[in-house]
């Protein structure tokens, strides 16, 4: 770090350790504001931003301006996170901070590029260059005015209100402030004591030079985090159900903890990923659309460790300690209790219908077989029957739990045609191979004759049916196979527990995240009824494949080392993702075979005991293309042995 005394560059902060050993943080000198008939005026391609990803004052004005969707409106240099002591912030040019000549791009951060506005080779030079006798230090973010060569502000919470609003006339106008006027109030309030108590405590403690400065400062950051934990038991959000900027402020450091603050700091009393609230409310906010592209965790490693020759004089970096912010979070439940009250399903029905998104109505039979007998259907071979169809992901996950439990023999089947008869819904064709009659309820010709008997419009399949009793026991796919699990497997050939007790929160986790953004993800994107519904669908739905690419980059399976629940819901949407989805649902960026973890999965399923068997890719790919548009059933893709299993032939994939 430097500091410049009338237009003279210094090495280090321009006094900021006070005479206990205290470390101080010096105020900004540069505020201005950008307002329309202003010193400042707002005008798209005149400001340029300043940052480096590494600090967190700049990451608040980087998420600002990402979240308000300002990147063609403001244009931003990256600056490199090796900060010297005796240049200070510098930029990545052909020259490095040596005087060697270096590559451009560093390949290690090459989203470094050399300073577009005065080719400075050091930030102190856009400082002294725009104002010759500044006095103070040199820091970031700044924000500049191109056109009259001025610094606007220094300051991130200027900045931050600058971008909130003063360019709304001119970005994309939909995004709500995040400052709103009736909350401005309790975020102020909030941002105090998230600043003081935490964002800055860490620098305090940090840098303290006693013992006991270090232990107060310490007490104060934990302190505060356990307050914070409680009022996010709440809350979805720090000041309710809306993200605001006082939840910004905090996701900065929230995400450097772990991996800086925690060691670098000596901040080691607890680690974020143990405090159940403020983990699951990271993840939450790294999961909004945009936050997570303005992460450089390799940044932060790299400066704090580097950088801070006090506190680590042989500079070395560690390797490890990188959290995986895309596991799946339980903040949903604050949604699900909102909508609740208003009655869950019709609400979420209308709503989505009104903006033309598909939303899947609730499955209405919830009957529950108990393997104690308590209930009105006991666990027992050979009384119970499913209906499926092939083609349909929710009966897959179904059959796929009772091949791998080894059912067969247990609980029988029919199976139904893969095309819906657009009259009589699902139909029971004994003429199409892999098909046949109803042999359980008394030769039904479709299966809505089955819920007219029980006086419902229902015509959904999976169905688990009792044959004694003549009753539908459950036409919910997801309790139907948590039923093969936990109440069959005294009866199950294969004695397989893909629901383990201690698994039980990550599994339904995932399967909820799964289920909302994957499974059902693909149907919002193919049977959306307006262009905007399908945008967002399609967005939501490649940032949640990219999750899952990342999660399984050191796994074999969702929650380790075997095989649970969560892969099995997971299988049918990633097996018929490139066969079906990618061309049928119009979800084309990338297709499975392009994300090798998530392929390398794929392959690892289909090798278990069962899967193959329960799979049936021909039923699949016709009942998905035969019966929309002109009803052709394509002849690709051509995936072959590429997947690492043998598939049907392209010509076995299409019946006459």
């Known amino acids: 770090m430097v500091h410049i005394i009338d237009g003279k560059v210094h090495p280090g902060h321009k006094d900021n350790v006070g005479k206990d050993g205290s470390y101080t943080r010096q105020p900004t000198v540069f505020r201005g504001v950008i307002e329309a008939g202003g010193e400042f005026e707002p005008e798209a391609g005149r400001y340029h931003l300043y940052v480096s990803p590494a600090c967190g004052w700049s990451h608040r004005v980087m998420l600002l301006r990402a979240l308000k969707k300002l990147e063609s409106i403001i244009s931003v240099s990256i600056i490199h996170p090796k900060r010297h002591d005796d240049g200070g912030w510098h930029f990545q040019s052909d020259v490095n901070e040596d005087g060697v000549l270096a590559e451009v791009p560093d390949p290690v951060y090459p989203e470094c590029l050399p300073d577009p506005v005065y080719g400075a080779a050091r930030l102190h030079e856009v400082y002294t260059t725009s104002h010759p006798s500044y006095t103070g230090n040199v820091t970031v973010p700044v924000l500049f005015d191109t056109k009259t060569k001025r610094i606007v502000s220094n300051e991130s919470e200027v900045i931050m209100r600058n971008l909130n609003t003063a360019f709304d006339s001119l970005g994309d106008g939909t995004v709500a402030s995040f400052y709103p006027a009736e909350l401005q109030k309790e975020i102020d309030e909030v941002n105090e004591v998230v600043y003081s108590g935490l964002s800055n405590a860490v620098y305090r403690a940090g840098f303290a030079k006693s013992q006991e400065l270090y232990e107060t400062e310490c007490k104060t950051v934990f302190a505060t985090l356990g307050d914070l934990e409680k009022r996010l038991g709440v809350s979805r959000y720090l000041v309710g159900d809306t993200v605001t900027e006082a939840d910004l402020r905090l996701f900065v450091t929230l995400v450097r903890f772990d991996p800086v603050y925690y060691g670098h700091f000596k901040c080691n009393i607890r680690r974020i990923a143990w405090y159940p609230n403020l983990s699951n409310y990271l993840r939450d906010v790294y999961q909004l659309p945009g936050v997570a592209d303005t992460v450089f965790m390799q940044h932060y490693v790299a400066h704090y460790y580097w950088s801070h020759e006090s506190i680590n004089p042989k500079r070395r970096i560690p390797k490890g300690g990188i959290p995986n912010h895309l596991l799946p979070h339980d903040r949903n439940r604050f949604a699900a209790k909102a909508t609740k009250v208003l009655g869950a399903s019709d609400a979420a029905l209308h709503a989505g219908a009104k903006k033309g998104e598909f939303v899947r109505p609730d499955s209405k039979f919830r009957n529950w077989i108990s393997a104690s007998g308590e209930s009105d259907f006991p666990a027992e071979a050979g009384r119970y029957h499913l209906y499926i169809a092939n083609n349909c992901p929710w009966c897959h996950r179904v059959v796929l739990g009772r091949s791998m439990h080894g059912l067969e023999d247990v609980i029988s089947m029919d199976t139904l045609r893969y ?224 997947w690492g299993f043998r598939v049907a032939s392209q010509d076995a994939l299409r019946l006459q």
């Not at 299966?447 to 539908?472: C, H, M, N, W």
């Open 419 to 642: 095309r819906r008869d657009p009259e009589l819904g699902w139909v029971f064709d004994p003429s199409v191979e892999g098909c046949g009659p109803d042999t359980a309820a008394g030769g039904l010709k479709a299966i809505r004759e089955l819920y007219e008997r029980e006086g419902s419009a229902e015509k959904s399949v999976p169905v688990l049916f009792d044959k004694k009793t003549q009753k539908i026991v459950s036409n919910e796919s997801s309790e139907i196979i948590r039923m093969m699990g936990t109440e069959f497997g005294a009866l199950a050939k294969n004695k397989i527990n893909l629901y383990p007790q201690h698994l039980h929160a990550e599994i339904d986790s995932l399967n909820a995240w799964i289920y909302q953004e994957i499974n059902n993800g693909a149907y919002k994107a193919g049977f959306a009824s307006t262009q905007e519904a399908y945008d967002k669908a399609y967005d939501v739905f490649f940032n949640a494949l990219d999750k899952l690419e990342f999660l399984l980059r050191d796994r074999p399976f969702l929650t380790g080392e075997t095989v649970t629940e969560a892969d099995v819901r997971l299988f049918p949407t990633i097996i018929r993702f490139d066969y079906c989805y990618y061309t049928r649902f119009w979800l084309n960026k990338k297709m499975v075979r392009e994300c090798p973890h998530l392929q390398a999965w794929l392959e690892r399923m289909w090798a278990l005991d069962g899967v193959a068997a329960g799979t049936n890719l021909v039923h699949v790919k016709n009942g998905y293309f035969g019966r929309t548009g002109n009803n052709i059933v394509p002849l690709g893709p051509d995936l072959g042995e590429d």
